[in-house]
């Protein structure tokens, strides 16, 4: 009945003040489920997730030289000081002698005695301490499994296997900049790469790498101050701070890309689009048929987000195809005023094609645009160039899941 209705005021819509044939776009949105471009070849629909802290030995090393380093600044500026103390003992001794032999000539009435000048010791040899060693914080491994995610799939231990290496945060460049509005800020550069390892059921490894989305820099501000020394007052204040926060933000970042590549290649996410379906208007014809046809379409568009197989959206589509050729069975494309023309024509071959491609038959669809554009109708034409990459793109999964 929700179809009649819907078919009822459509055909309203089209009778309703046309003077001239025309074409109407109807936009059409859905949802639809995507396939993976990569699936595991064993057809696994289950994954495991482990978590492995790859920085470990790095934090461990970077004690060790912290440690070393340390020793060492001490050692040499404790030897350092000892000779800048017995320099200084030699000084105030020969200094003292000279006063002594002053002062014994001031008083034996001596008049050209010349004090001594002042003791010069030098710069003290106060070498600080070298800054403690940055390392990488640890990390909840378990919370951080439990966040990834992969739609269409359950999680288990006798399924596929990813394990996530977290390889240690990365500080990167520290840039200070004015703007034109004289504002100080920092730019801030940041990682963390990690190593995604994916294991089929059976084994065999589908990925063993670097993410690359986790090994470029990230940037970060900070915020703006009219004086650069309010920037570096606050940096002294908020570095600890800001590092703390940068390495919690860029795990939660990292798994929201990680998330984004295995829903696009090993899923199958639920994914939405909008479409056009044309159907005709003209005063003088009766364009019942094709709108019955795009129903058929809608109807069949709105079935592909219940069912991966499509069994009850291919029938829907079937059936406009049917309509369709039926409609194209009256082309008359040298006369302009046929109720299926160039134009009405061109428009159904590009139906057609939209209907092709859900129902997996990529070179019919490929085939009906090009008739679309053979016709020399621009607007179909671009249709068929614009469509055409996400045809490529499905024809693709198709065929790596077959």
Same mark, same amino acid.
């Given at each position: 009945m929700?179809?009649?209705?819907?078919?009822?005021?459509?055909?309203?819509?089209?009778?309703?003040?046309a003077?001239?044939?025309?074409?109407?776009?109807?936009?059409?949105?859905f949802?639809?489920?995507?396939?993976?471009?990569?699936?595991?070849?064993?057809?696994?629909?289950?994954?495991?997730?482990?978590?492995?802290?790859?920085?470990? !030995?790095?934090?461990?090393?970077?004690?060790?030289w912290?440690?070393?380093?340390?020793?060492?600044?001490r050692e040499e500026?404790?030897?350092a000081?000892?000779?800048?103390?017995?320099?200084?003992?030699?000084?105030d001794?020969?200094?003292?002698t000279?006063?002594?032999?002053?002062?014994?000539?001031?008083?034996?009435?001596d008049?050209?005695?010349?004090?001594?000048?002042?003791?010069v010791?030098?710069?003290?040899?106060?070498?600080?301490?070298?800054?403690?060693p940055?390392?990488?914080?640890?990390?909840?491994?378990?919370?951080?499994?439990n966040?990834?995610?992969?739609?269409?799939?359950?999680?288990?231990?006798?399924?596929a296997?990813?394990?996530l290496?977290?390889?240690?945060?990365?500080?990167?460049?520290?840039?200070?900049?004015?703007?034109?509005?004289?504002?100080?800020?920092y730019?801030?550069?940041?990682?963390?790469?990690?190593?995604v390892?994916?294991?089929?059921?059976?084994?065999?490894?589908?990925?063993?790498?670097?993410?690359?989305?986790?090994?470029g820099?990230?940037?970060?501000?900070?915020?703006?101050?009219?004086?650069?020394?309010?920037?570096?007052?606050?940096?002294?204040?908020?570095?600890?701070?800001?590092w703390?926060k940068?390495q919690?933000?860029?795990?939660?970042g990292?798994?929201s890309?990680?998330?984004?590549?295995?829903?696009?290649?090993?899923g199958?996410?639920?994914?939405s689009r909008?479409i056009?379906?044309?159907?005709?208007?003209?005063?003088?014809?009766?364009?019942?048929d094709?709108?019955?046809?795009y129903?058929?379409?809608?109807?069949?568009?709105?079935?592909?987000?219940?069912?991966?197989?499509?069994?009850?959206?291919?029938?829907?589509?079937?059936?406009?195809?049917? !309509?369709? !050729?039926?409609?194209?069975? !009256?082309?008359?494309?040298k006369?302009?005023?046929?109720?299926?023309?160039?134009?009405?024509?061109?428009?159904m071959?590009?139906?057609?094609?939209?209907?092709?491609?859900?129902?997996?038959?990529y070179?019919?669809a490929?085939?009906?645009?090009?008739?679309?554009a053979?016709?020399?109708?621009?607007?179909?034409?671009?249709?068929?160039?614009?469509?055409?990459?996400?045809?490529?793109?499905?024809?693709?999964?198709?065929?790596?899941?077959?």
């Open positions: 929700k179809t009649k209705i819907l078919l009822l005021v459509a055909l309203g819509s089209f009778t309703i003040g003077t001239a044939q025309n074409m109407k776009d109807e936009k059409v949105s949802t639809y489920i995507q396939l993976p471009s990569n699936p595991f070849k064993s057809g696994t629909e289950e994954f495991s997730v482990s978590v492995t802290q790859d920085f470990d !030995q790095r934090n461990a090393d970077s004690v060790t912290y440690e070393a380093r340390l020793a060492k600044v500026r404790e030897i000081m000892k000779a800048w103390n017995d320099a200084k003992n030699g000084i001794r020969n200094y003292f000279a006063m002594a032999a002053y002062e014994k000539r001031v008083a034996a009435g008049t050209n005695a010349v004090k001594p000048a002042n003791q010791y030098g710069s003290c040899p106060c070498t600080p301490d070298p800054a403690p940055f390392l990488t914080a640890d990390i909840e491994t378990d919370a951080i499994a966040m990834v995610s992969i739609p269409g799939m359950n999680r288990s231990e006798s399924g296997k990813i394990t290496g977290f390889r240690g945060f990365d500080k990167g460049k520290i840039k200070e900049s004015k703007s034109s509005a004289g504002d100080w800020t730019s801030i550069k940041f990682r963390h790469p990690v190593q390892k994916i294991e089929d059921k059976d084994g065999s490894v589908i990925m063993d790498k670097i993410l690359a989305s986790s090994n820099y990230q940037s970060a501000s900070s915020p703006k101050f009219k004086s650069v020394y309010e920037l570096k007052i606050w940096w002294m204040d908020n570095e600890e701070t800001f703390n940068r919690k933000d860029v795990i939660n990292i798994i890309k990680l998330n984004a590549m295995l829903a696009d290649d090993i199958f996410p639920t994914r909008t056009e379906i044309y159907t005709a208007k003209d005063r003088n014809h009766d364009y019942t094709v709108l019955e046809a129903q058929s379409v809608q109807d069949g568009l709105l079935q592909l987000a219940d069912d991966r197989e499509k069994d009850a959206a291919l029938e829907y589509f079937g059936t406009a195809v049917s !309509q369709y !050729q039926a409609i194209l069975s !009256q082309s008359d494309t006369n302009k005023k046929a109720r299926i023309n160039k134009k009405v024509t061109a428009a071959f590009c139906n057609i094609a939209h209907c092709f491609l859900w129902m997996d038959d070179s019919q490929s085939l009906y645009l090009s008739k679309a053979n016709l020399g109708v621009g607007k179909y034409k671009r249709h068929g160039q614009n469509l055409k990459p996400f045809l490529l793109n499905q024809k693709k999964r198709y065929s790596a899941n077959q």
